[in-house]
């Protein structure tokens, strides 16, 4: 029945409803439009010499829906030090970019992503974020077509596993060794089961534990792993305490998501020079 109404909306409504001539279009954009990015440089945050390093949250979301491929153009444009994507596993077993395990929040059609081969995903039409009435043909990107975005660039993808499990662990290393982008990707999950499986495999790619509140033990286990691995905490879960737990560690920590110039300089001062962000530019 799914299946049977995600063709109705595929191949009826989705064509009324992007009709430029119709006027909901026009009302559904005024949802979905741009932000407009602060630089940190200009509110007195970071220097040439002691800069921030930013992460673009989804890409650059203020711009383009997030997770999609102008989104991340938009970030190696920008020059992000790195630029955040969220992969899900189809029922195929290919991985693709979307924060939720289902489509509704994001496109026109309604489905769980586990329940889709990734044909069918790539038939389903994106309804939302900034700027999407711009981009008709815009379809879910692969793991492999983001990875290309970043090719040749000096901007990092950041790669947080959302599925459960392992099976399909070797496929995100193999993507990012056929790009030769183990110096460069970065792969990040609160699953610190799957940080330790693909710390096993001596892939030389860097790891970020995701955290809510920092604690020793949080601390600790990231420290345990063979491999480089960095904390990557929610900056509203944490004090001026808890951050400074990570500080005197010497734990390397870029914090999500901050989006308030107050909360970029409290962090800035503290001595933190990474943080996630859906609007800040350098």
């Given at each position: 029945?799914?299946?049977?109404?995600?063709?109705?909306?595929?191949?009826?409504?989705?064509?009324?409803?992007?009709?430029?001539?119709?006027?909901?279009?026009?009302i559904?954009?005024?949802?979905?439009?741009?932000?407009?990015?602060?630089?940190?440089?200009?509110?007195?945050?970071?220097?040439?010499?002691?800069?921030?390093?930013?992460?673009?949250?989804?890409?650059?979301?203020?711009?383009?829906?997030?997770?999609?491929?102008?989104?991340?153009?938009?970030?190696?444009?920008?020059?992000?030090?790195?630029?955040?994507?969220?992969?899900q596993?189809?029922?195929?077993?290919?991985?693709?970019?979307?924060?939720?395990?289902?489509?509704?929040?994001?496109?026109?059609?309604?489905?769980?992503?586990?329940?889709?081969?990734?044909?069918?995903?790539?038939?389903f039409?994106?309804?939302?974020?900034?700027?999407?009435?711009?981009?008709?043909?815009?379809?879910?990107?692969?793991?492999?077509?983001?990875?290309?975005?970043?090719?040749?660039?000096?901007?990092?993808p950041?790669?947080?596993?959302?599925?459960?499990?392992?099976?399909?662990?070797?496929?995100?290393?193999?993507?990012?060794?056929?790009?030769?982008?183990?110096?460069?990707?970065?792969?990040?999950?609160?699953?610190?089961?799957?940080?330790?499986?693909?710390?096993?495999?001596?892939?030389?790619?860097?790891?970020?534990?995701?955290?809510?509140?920092?604690?020793?033990?949080?601390?600790?286990?990231a420290?345990?792993?063979?491999?480089?691995?960095?904390?990557?905490?929610?900056f509203?879960?944490?004090?001026a305490?808890?951050?400074?737990?990570?500080?005197?560690?010497?734990?390397?920590?870029?914090?999500?998501?901050?989006?308030?110039?107050?909360?970029?300089?409290?962090?800035y001062?503290?001595g933190?020079?990474?943080?996630?962000?859906?609007?800040?530019?350098?």
């Amino acid at each position: 029945m799914t299946a049977i109404l995600n063709k109705f909306i595929s191949l009826i409504l989705v064509p009324i409803f992007f009709n430029t001539f119709l006027p909901f279009i026009h009302i559904a954009s005024l949802f979905s439009l741009p932000q407009e990015v602060i630089s940190l440089s200009e509110n007195g945050i970071g220097s040439e010499e002691d800069p921030v390093f930013l992460t673009a949250h989804r890409g650059v979301q203020a711009e383009a829906p997030q997770n999609t491929i102008p989104a991340y153009e938009k970030a190696v444009e920008y020059g992000y030090y790195t630029a955040e994507c969220d992969i899900q596993l189809t029922k195929d077993n290919e991985w693709v970019l979307n924060h939720n395990s289902d489509t509704d929040a994001m496109f026109c059609e309604i489905a769980e992503i586990s329940e889709c081969t990734l044909a069918e995903l790539k038939t389903f039409t994106y309804k939302s974020g900034a700027n999407f009435w711009k981009y008709k043909d815009l379809r879910i990107p692969t793991l492999g077509e983001y990875l290309d975005v970043f090719v040749g660039s000096e901007t990092r993808p950041q790669i947080e596993i959302k599925a459960d499990g392992f099976d399909m662990l070797y496929k995100i290393i193999d993507e990012v060794k056929a790009r030769n982008m183990e110096k460069q990707a970065i792969i990040i999950s609160f699953d610190y089961e799957q940080l330790k499986f693909i710390d096993e495999m001596n892939t030389g790619i860097e790891l970020w534990y995701l955290c809510d509140e920092i604690t020793p033990e949080i601390i600790a286990k990231a420290e345990a792993l063979n491999s480089e691995c960095w904390l990557s905490p929610n900056f509203s879960a944490n004090t001026a305490e808890t951050i400074g737990l990570a500080v005197d560690a010497g734990i390397g920590c870029s914090f999500w998501t901050v989006n308030e110039l107050e909360d970029a300089k409290m962090l800035y001062d503290m001595g933190i020079r990474y943080i996630e962000t859906d609007i800040f530019v350098n």
